[in-house]
């Protein structure tokens, strides 16, 4: 009984070993010295990025297992694609704001990474709005209200403060930008992450 208690009390302890083992400076950086109000996941990306396409699946997986009250949140970069990539910045603040982010982002991803799609104006992007379900009115308006106007503005504040030159980033709490290469396996990303989430200091 005693060797089964010891044995259960080891593997209670173990994730709290594995989190002892992240470090500053080669799983994480500190960028700023002050945390959000509340804790939060952002992720910077691109529908133009192959990598941020193919790190989806593990947003997802992230965002399904931060803790209740952690905020997963995406911000779009404008620094790839050249003119288009402002005008994606818009088409992720669009399908935000009307809540079809999950099924627009799927879309346009697949387009440019699987059907090698080719996006020249915001036509092209109107065109996927309207495939899913989205009133060609309705995004032209949203495209241009004051709502998203001031969404792209955040995201583009967002780049430059937290000094974004590569994408899939991830910060947590607005203070510790995770260094993805460091990790090993999508559980070893997870745990660094909540890890963060909970960092103190």
Same mark, same amino acid.
Request: aromatic share 10%.
């Given at each position: ?20 083992? =992240? ?5 994480? /950086?500190? *960028? !700023? #010295?002050?945390?959000? @109000? ?14 941020? =396409? ?5 947003? /997802?997986? *992230? !965002? #399904?297992?931060?803790? @209740? ?133």
């Amino acid at each position: 009984m005693k060797k089964l208690l010891i044995g259960l009390m080891a593997m209670l302890a173990l994730p709290m070993v594995m989190a002892a083992n =992240f470090e500053e400076g080669t799983h994480y /950086k500190v *960028i !700023k #010295q002050t945390a959000t @109000a509340k804790p939060e996941v952002l992720e910077f990306f691109s529908y133009y990025c192959p990598h941020c =396409f193919k790190f989806e699946p593990l947003a /997802k997986q *992230i !965002k #399904q297992s931060l803790p @209740a009250g952690v905020a997963f949140k995406k911000s779009h970069v404008s620094f790839i694609g050249g003119k288009m990539g402002e005008e994606m910045v818009r088409a992720y603040a669009v399908a935000d704001m009307l809540g079809v982010d999950d099924e627009v982002s799927a879309a346009i991803f697949d387009s440019i990474h699987k059907k090698r799609q080719h996006f020249a104006s915001r036509d092209d992007i109107r065109k996927v709005f309207v495939a899913h379900g989205v009133e060609a009115s309705k995004f032209d308006s949203a495209a241009e209200s004051f709502v998203v106007n001031g969404m792209v503005a955040q995201m583009e504040k967002n780049t430059i403060n937290y000094q974004i030159r590569g994408v899939p980033a991830l910060v947590v709490n607005g203070k510790y930008l995770v260094i993805t290469n460091s990790v090993k396996s999508e559980e070893e990303l997870n745990e660094l992450v909540l890890y963060l989430v909970n960092l103190q200091g």
